[in-house]
């Protein structure tokens, strides 16, 4: 039964990803950038949410800390572009080992502390980060780095005019950080995960390395989401610290995670579906009468959906699953006591 | 010199302290972080600042006013949105509470406009008192008594009271703690309650030296955050201890070192700290 | 039965879902959507007493109007009985996902002749004050524009519209302080609104990639009062800006220095920086750095602060420990007043000390610090005090009062000033057709009466060369001028009067 | 024929929509040792859980000396006389001894009616009386296990229930605590005991259910159930 | 097989294992009893690595495993369960003893197959799809010997693990550590429970206080009146030498 499960939603998956690449040839969504840069922002930050959820939802560990990553990614294209004058290829790169090392040595010590104590470290560490990143010369401190005029192109990852090639670079993006995820959560490694998130001493009783474990884990979440973050700097031609290393960057990650289901495969996806358009949409309708009135909204619809469904939409659906469930169970109960 | 930063540093780490206990009680007992938090402080300057102007009640008093609306800001703020959340994970009322300050700040912008307002001409205005070389300000120094007088408080009645067993029983086992007749139901509302009392002392007493708006909770609760944890969640003591040690930290390290690293420090000490002791100072 | 809520909702998914790919208006309507936008809306009115409610706009009336008529249709869905927990949730859900998967349809103009100018700025986070006022100073001229009002002293006053009747119609955004979202939303503006132009977006930072993105698009980027000198350093095109930039600011400030040595025998030589560190202080901090050393002069002490601070005692010590003879201040609104009134705890101040415009130019500033806001200076591009320079401000300035209750800043009157330029240059050209508008632009001198010096003209890069501020002192409450000399009001009171002597 | 103390009529509960019990009906009666017994997983504490009020019944009527109880919450059930020492010990472990036990008396404002139960109480454990100021979890095991029940008998019960006592105690812990349970039956205590330990319940018990998979298959007298083959086969291994 | 030299434990001035010293044969079965807060987890974490002994020495298969993280010792076929559940609650039974399976076998498929073994082994296949967290105490248990199991060990070593079971129950397990040990395998049992440990242990050993106090087969202990006193209680230990008797008969 497992198994057929388990090639239904892999169907689905793949149905989804269809889809998606179809979805630039609707007319309504080709004439519209400004759906098409809703629908960049919801993949964009699907994929950011998933690779936190390798570290956050599968090991566990909350880390508000994210947006560093983030950040040192979009740091690495904007150095390669701003400071050098090169194609952004080489920066990302570079930006993304270093966010691996950093993620690494700062996660080595913090992962001595446990739950919130952990959490509020992550805080800690982000702050210091754009603390720094403020202050840092080389990286142009507070003002931040100006894309020049670049040539259009998959050499520079640059476009002006069209969207749709940032589309399907984010669909890339997509594509590869949940089809990591997905890899992962089938094999040894997913269990280990998850093994490590319910508990640590079991885990390590029955052979599992915890450490070793949660340090790769957090590597590759770091990995995966300084790509992204040079993802969003070529989108938007600047990076300063603010706009990607700061608290609320890293909130955002979480929240999109938390919404769609922590530790879930297509929560992330869910998450963003919901969060993103709902954050543009109310800032759209509502942004421009100032006086904050579309961030009510969307504080108000944030807390409804949490108090409403509090375990994301993925327990919704799971709890849906349960009903039908109950129903068969309920059958087969009776059936028994028949007999 | 050192002396007048050191003393600024500890009368600014008394207001920390008297946020940050608030945050940790719900926090200890509850298990949700209050993303709110700076929020309620805000609220509370803008009740304290409006009965300045309207009504030239001067902060000494309109801080029962503050604390009173922040109490029942708490109450309710448990009652719509925390008491649903309690189901889910714990995320999941961090998520809650993350919208809700979003939704705080906005109403404050959106009645109050984001203008900066700042109480002028209360009794302790640009008061000061010399001793020797040292200028010791009057609002600030009164806003730490206060601080501690409510902190002392608060630990009186977790450590000494009935009350107070019966909210720490229920922060270690909440059904137990029902077993024993304890209305947990209650205790949470009183403690979030009693969180939001706190903060809305601190945030009455503030308007007579810092300006009011929108903003101003942001940093106040990230701080918050950090002397909890730096304390030891739940720990009265320990969050007093860590923000005075805050405060210090904070003030001679943006002399000594630089102003911009100031808070470089302060969350560097808290990764030092948490890296001897990963519970926290008072940490179980 | 059971079922039926649930049915009810899953045709109505299939059918927005039909929708968004078709004919999308009719989606804005369904009844349903308005339930949490009604919820908060009532929350909003009786939260607090409308004793602190401040004047509201036009627009939000509008709006609230319509979601009270549609209250009765919510209360009918309200009523239906889900029996099924499980349909109570999903339709939470379902709610959500309606809002956020409805497209922007963009409110129809009946209107034929329409000039649709887009407006982006930072109307919540931290700066949203700047960004209100920028806001309204916009709409006040609009109004100039579009009305008949033949007693303003400024062009196109006296005549309705431009071109023969066009209407200047503005669709607001909000970037809130935020780099990627300006952009964003500058590209839904010309993209999905149709605007003509965007008039924007008061933080340097998101002026830069907004911009890139008119350029691109090739269409006319008016910046009223970015400071950063960059902005115009970058060789676009279709991008204009009107204030002078912190770099023209801080070789005044020089200036006035150099001044104040010569001629009244100051003796000040050394220079303190405070200012907020992000991208408006840097700037701000870094110019005035150069134009010191360029002037001889030494820089002390270099103190950046985070913006939304807590308490500034450990900023206001290391001034006080360095001592300077003058101190450049770029601090916003609550920052501003409470470095002033830590000063004044500290019991310090400098001999003199000149600010950027910041909130040392908060027409509310007087009110907040009351006597303690006496003799800072700075640079000021316009004050109520300059009517007698500029006789033509205070009739606009009235319909701006109207709106957010305080006079013109020097920062806001130059969103005016962007958008009567930009409507006289179309009136000139005669033409819509962007680069016939971007070259008028270029090649005349505007006469712009809210403008200090009454002239307007530009230089390769987009920068206003006329563009220029005065230095003021505020004195009992009022900016008087001091600075330049020609056009000084009053003598600068020099040294600061000591905390304890006032 | 009195009416019962605690008289449960055909309830049916359930986790989270699983149901774990079917129809069990019993009742018992003052100053009644009633034990509880059956297999793991059976059912048995979910039963206790729900006369102390923590769950609810799906269906049926749980009554106490008469009155509908089925529906309140614990501390109001606590309220009416009826405390449960759960499984597992659930003692407020970072408080001392003395403030357990004040707990333990919530309900109660009366000061003097508090010290008076506490000597009570003490006088039963005189173990306590020594540790009264230590943190309850640096007690041992068994001292742990006294104090639960000291706590649980401080609200001055007519009704006390107790959970899985023996779990995890050495077998000479056992035997003292057996001794106690028949301590506090004699003072006139009503009690409701539920226990894996066949053997040694049902001899200090007066009468005996065994649960089996959420129903009740066997009650009777202690004497009867430990003489019957059924028991002697499923639950004594012999 | 596992050699325990001297080891002693000490959390501040609190001596919890002094100097205790026993070895483990292969293929019997060791029971290690004695009064709550004598010492006995606390020896486990010991030689499972969890603690690190103040001062002796654990070696295991002639390896000295006394420093060695806990998942080294594991993957050496040291394995543990504990006496409070650690069950992996949110994930179903079948992927808690998959976590175990995983060790041997890197494999998915094979340790699929593994997996499936392990739950027929120990009577939860019916239980196989449900949520850990979700079963009854006594289950978790049973769930937590399967997921040890699948790790192919050597020495199992078992904390409590039929505490709140029947006396039928008692029965059941017993004949299936027996089976287990005929298959090879080495067990360490820590248990209360009289009637499980003496029919089947070769070995007991009894702490008190932290000390060793004796070391003997389960018939000889029985009648040492320092654990009688210190353990058993006169009733019980009467009871137990009846027992052993009858056995011997």
Redesign the interface.
Known sequence: MIKEDRKKQDLFWYVLVAILILIPFIPRVAANSFTQHVFILILLYASMSQAWNIIGGYCGQVSFGHSVFFGIGAYGAGMAIVKYGIVPWPGIVIGSLIATVVAVAISYPCFKLKGHYFAIATFAIVEIFNRLFMVWYWLNGALGLDYPMLKVGWKNFVWYKTKIPYYYGALILFVIIFGIVRFIERNRFGYYLKAVREDQETAEAVGINSAFIKLAAMALSAFLASFCGAFFVQYNFRVEPPMVMSLHVSMLFVLVTILGGVGTFFGPLLGAMILIPLQEYTRVYWGGLGSGVDLILFGFLIILIMVRQPKGIMGLINEFQNYRNRKRRRIISTEAEIN | MFFQIAIDGLLTGMVYALVASGLSLIWGVMDVLNFAHGEFLMLGMYVSYWLGFLMNLDPLISWIASGVFCFLLGVLTYKLIIQHTLSGPSLSALLATFGLSMMLKNIALNRFSPNFRILTGTLLDGKRIFLGNIVLPLPQLITSIFALVVVFIIYYIIKRTRLGWAIQATAMDKSAAELMGINTEKIFLLVFGLGGLCVGIAGGLLPSYLAVHPEVGGLFSLIAFVCVAMGGFGSIPGALLAALLIGLVEALSGFYIAPVFKYVAVFGLYLLIVMVRPKGLFGW | MKYGCFVILLFQIIKSCINIFFSLKELFYLSYLILPISTVTILNYYLISANFKLKTEGGVRKYYKSFYLSLENILIFLRRKTEVNFCKKISVIVLTVLLAVTVASGAAFAQEKVIKIGTLFPLTGSVALAGTRCKAAVEAAVEVINNAHPEIQVPLAGQEGILDGYKIVLVHADHQGKADIAKAEAERLFNQEKVYSIIGCYNSACTAPASLVAEREGKIFMCGCSSSAALTERGLEYFFRMAPTDQTESLEFCEVMEWMNEAKGANVQTIGIIYENTEFGKHAADEGKAAAAAAGFEVVADVPFSPGATNMNSEVQTLKAKNPDVVFGACLGGDYTLWVRTMKQMDWLPKMCLNYCTGYQDPVITQQLGDDANYFMGGTGYAPEFAELMPAVAAVEKIYEDMVDVPFDSDSIQEAVAVLILAQAIEKAGTLDYDAVRDTLYANEWDSPLSMGGKVAFVPGGQNSKAMSMITQLQGGEYKRVYPVDLATDEVVFPMIPWNER | MSEPLLKIDNINCA?????VIFGVSFEVKAKELVAI?????AGKSTIMKTI???LHPIEGVIRFKGEDISRL???QI??KGI??V?EGR??????TVA?NL???A??EHDRNEIEKRKKEVLNLFPILEERRRQIAETL???EQQMLAIA?GMM?DPELLMLD?LS??????????VMETIVRIKERGTTILLVE?K??ESLEIADRGYVIQTGKIVQAGSSRELLNSDEVK?????L | MLEVCEVSKKFGSLVANNKISFNVEEGSIVGLIGPNGAGKTTLFNCITGMYRPTSGRVSFQGIDITNLPPYKVARLGAVRTFQIVHSLKEMSVFDNVLIGAYLREKNTEKARELTEQCIEICYLKKLRDNRAGDLAIGLQKRLELARALATNPKLLMLDECMAGLTSTEVNESVNLIKSLRDKGITFLIVEHIMEAVMPIADKVVVLNGGVKIAEDSPEAVVQDNRVIEAYLGQKYGKKCQLNSKERGK
């Open positions: 986790y989270d929509d699983i149901p017994v059956g297999a793991n997983g102390a009020g923590l919450r614990a501390n606590l309220r405390s449960y759960p659930r003692l407020f472990a970072k408080l403030e004040e707990l333990g919530y309900i041992s095991g068994g706590r609200s899985e779990l995890g105690l050495m077998p000479s812990l056992v035997e003292s894996q066949v053997q086969k499923a639950y004594l291994g």
